[in-house]
């Protein structure tokens, strides 16, 4: 059974970085042809596919969201980590990490992690 856990802050000041970590069991980070992918919906939208690293330690980036986000990962601890800088209040919702198999299917989920911005 894949497990996947979000930990971090859960509040962020304005501008400043916002570091969340996803810890895997069940499987590892490196195993072809998962990704691992973070996911957010802020409250009344829909989910946001924000951007995911892969086996081969790839990352793909929203366009959207590209000039401000890093993913990478610590394939000791299997996990991998979200980075997003210069946050604002737009940038508050619940985070999930999420197993994504070839980019496509979203099979793991964690629980998510709300994320608010505020000074």
């Known amino acids: 059974q894949v497990q996947l856990q979000e930990s971090g802050p859960g509040l962020v000041k304005p501008s400043q970085t916002l570091s969340l970590s996803c810890t895997v069991s069940?499987?590892?980070?490196?195993?072809?042809?998962?990704?691992w992918s973070w996911i957010r919906q802020s409250s009344g939208k829909g989910l946001e596919w924000m951007g995911a690293?892969?086996?081969?330690?790839?990352?793909y980036y929203s366009p959207s969201l590209k000039s401000r986000s890093s993913i990478s990962w610590d394939t000791s601890k299997n996990q991998f980590t979200l980075q997003l800088s210069s946050v604002t209040p737009e940038d508050a919702a619940v985070y999930y990490c999420?197993?994504?198999?070839?980019?496509?299917?979203?099979?793991?989920w964690g629980q998510g992690t709300q994320v608010t911005v505020s000074s």
């Open positions: 690293i892969g086996y081969n330690d790839n990352t």
């Open positions: 069940g499987d590892s980070i490196t195993t072809s042809p998962y990704y």
């Open positions: 999420v197993r994504q198999y070839k980019l496509s299917v979203c099979d793991y």
